[in-house]
């Protein structure tokens, strides 16, 4: 790094993301963590945003996944030189001779390109992880995403190279007090899913995280997330409980995990924790016109079965789908409340997005959410009338009519309780 004074470091992030993790920790809950997302991650800043979620509570939350083969995203993809995008380190492969060449390039180039491209995004971001968890088709074509769970020597080298990259620009990488403590304190993580026969996994874990197992402060990567289904498993089929409870046993101790996974409110969990305990719990919101506070019982005998089991080596909580659809999960609410995308369009205000992806996230949040209460904010065909809508202009005119319409249908609905 240039020995001179950055104008612009004033601006870089300062915290830690592992002392998010003390503070939970010492706050006796879970951490939240918004998981990445191509194109939708800016839930997480509405979820930061939320009033009724504790300051003292910040959640975690990724960047968007950049898609190199979507312009419609309006970035530009990191390139290596003039006219060169980052798949033709795959191209320059396959123009050798047979697979094996392939290989020995994807070998040789990704850890420069993601420690390359982590020095890049360093001074405007806490930290960088390699996520080996998308099971999209055009990721595992690339030799990326769900496909690197069968390369994890390749994983290693990813991390250690990057995290090399990092202390060579003057980063503060190391797991000591004084790095995490730092101002130029960042970290490297991994997110992963899970193989069919689970001694595949732990030897990806074993292999990535690279200590000796007693003190911890030698590992490769600051923490782990874990999605426990298979490269294949479908998002409709239920995590793999037994799975998540075997591999937070073994490593819990050694290195911070967060779940992915299932995690659509706070009170239906598949499992318990001390974390969960009554006194530590966000008291949970519904999307009505005033916070009611919902009872903590499970909602079907299924969930009720899953409760007994118990991960007390579990970290932090990561949601994906369910946070697009209600940005306030972690606040406790439900569903998504109307104060979410008043935030939402406040952000839009500030940092303007695509009008496409601004519309799903808005049709995300008007609709039910993935917990047991099914409500929405306005119905499926008010919804497809938003997505017709072709300028921001007629958005918000059609976003006003809509609101309107469905706050006289809720106080019809009251006039009609109040009579009974």
Request: aromatic fraction near 6%; charged fraction near 25%; include cysteine.
């Amino acid at each position: 790094m240039d020995s001179g004074v950055d104008e612009n470091e004033h601006l870089y992030p300062t915290l830690h993301p592992l002392k998010l993790f003390d503070a939970a920790k010492s706050q006796g809950r879970y951490l939240y963590a918004c998981a990445p997302m191509v194109r939708y991650s800016k839930v997480g800043d509405i979820s930061l945003r939320i009033p009724r979620l504790p300051p003292d509570r910040p959640p975690l939350w990724h960047q968007p996944v950049l898609d190199p083969h979507d312009p419609g995203q309006g970035v530009q993809p990191l390139r290596r030189g003039p006219g060169e995008r980052p798949e033709h380190i795959h191209q320059r492969g396959r123009r050798t001779r047979g697979p094996g060449a392939h290989h020995r390039a994807v070998r040789r180039l990704l850890p420069l390109e993601l420690a390359r491209a982590s020095s890049l995004a360093a001074p405007y971001v806490s930290g960088v992880d390699l996520n080996c968890g998308c099971p999209q088709s055009w990721a595992c074509a690339e030799s990326l995403g769900a496909a690197l769970m069968d390369r994890r020597e390749l994983v290693r080298d990813m991390v250690v190279e990057t995290r090399s990259r990092l202390a060579r620009d003057g980063w503060a990488v190391g797991l000591s007090d004084e790095d995490v403590e730092s101002p130029r304190g960042r970290s490297v993580t991994v997110k992963i899913r899970v193989h069919q026969d689970l001694r595949r996994t732990m030897d990806f874990i074993d292999t990535v995280l690279g200590d000796d197992g007693a003190c911890g402060w030698k590992r490769n990567i600051d923490w782990l997330t874990i999605h426990p289904r298979t490269r294949k498993t479908p998002s409709s089929t239920p995590i793999d409980l037994e799975a998540l409870e075997i591999l937070t046993e073994k490593y819990g101790k050694r290195v911070p995990i967060l779940v992915s996974g299932d995690v659509f409110t706070l009170r239906t969990l598949p499992y318990t924790s001390h974390l969960l305990d009554d006194g530590n719990h966000t008291p949970t919101f519904t999307s009505s016109t005033g916070p009611t506070v919902a009872t903590t019982t499970t909602t079907s005998s299924s969930n009720s079965q899953h409760q007994q089991l118990h991960l007390p080596n579990l970290s932090g909580l990561m949601s994906a789908r369910a946070l697009l659809a209600n940005p306030a999960l972690f606040a406790g609410y439900e569903t998504c409340p109307w104060e979410a995308v008043d935030v939402f369009l406040a952000n839009l205000a500030r940092a303007p997005l695509i009008l496409k992806s601004s519309v799903h996230h808005l049709t995300e949040m008007l609709g039910p959410g993935y917990g047991a209460d099914k409500r929405a904010l306005i119905g499926k065909r008010d919804r497809e009338k938003l997505t017709k809508c072709g300028t921001w202009i007629d958005v918000l005119d059609c976003l006003e009519e809509l609101r309107a319409k469905a706050g006289s249908a809720t106080a019809a609905e009251k006039r009609v309780n109040n009579t009974r």
